[in-house]
């Protein structure tokens, strides 16, 4: 089984920058991919970015966020990032990072994002 605790989140004003982390516990190697959900009230989940865990690494983004959020990971630390700059407040929300893959699908507590005006 594998947990994940995400942290980095925040207040931050519009056009700042705000790094989340995801620190995943015990082995990712057997899953597809690890990436980052948001949840904002009245509005539908969304998948904002993902990154292969296959030797590729690919990654991919939703349109909102294509050009201001990019996904580093570090291998040694089983640790996904999302770097977030030129925030806007409709990027406010709760982030939750995934994991999935054969094993199954598991999430983090999720961190609050919020992005003042």
């Known amino acids: 089984q594998v947990q994940l605790v995400e942290s980095g989140g925040g207040l931050v004003q519009a056009g700042g920058s705000l790094r989340l982390s995801c620190a995943a516990s015990?082995?990712?190697?057997?899953?597809?991919?690890m990436g980052w959900n948001r949840h904002a009230p009245g509005k539908q989940s969304e998948l904002v970015a993902f990154?292969?865990?296959?030797?590729?690494?690919?990654?991919t983004y939703a349109d909102s966020v294509k050009g201001r959020f990019t996904i580093p990971r570090d291998n040694t630390k089983n640790t996904v990032y999302l770097q977030m700059n030129s925030l806007r407040p409709e990027d406010t929300a709760v982030y939750y990072c995934?994991?999935?893959?054969?094993?199954?699908?598991?999430w983090g507590q999720g961190t609050q994002v919020t992005v003042s005006s």
């Open positions: 995934d994991v999935w893959g054969r094993p199954g699908d598991y």
């Open positions: 015990g082995s990712i190697s057997r899953f597809n991919a």
């Open positions: 990154v292969s865990i296959s030797s590729d690494r690919s990654t």
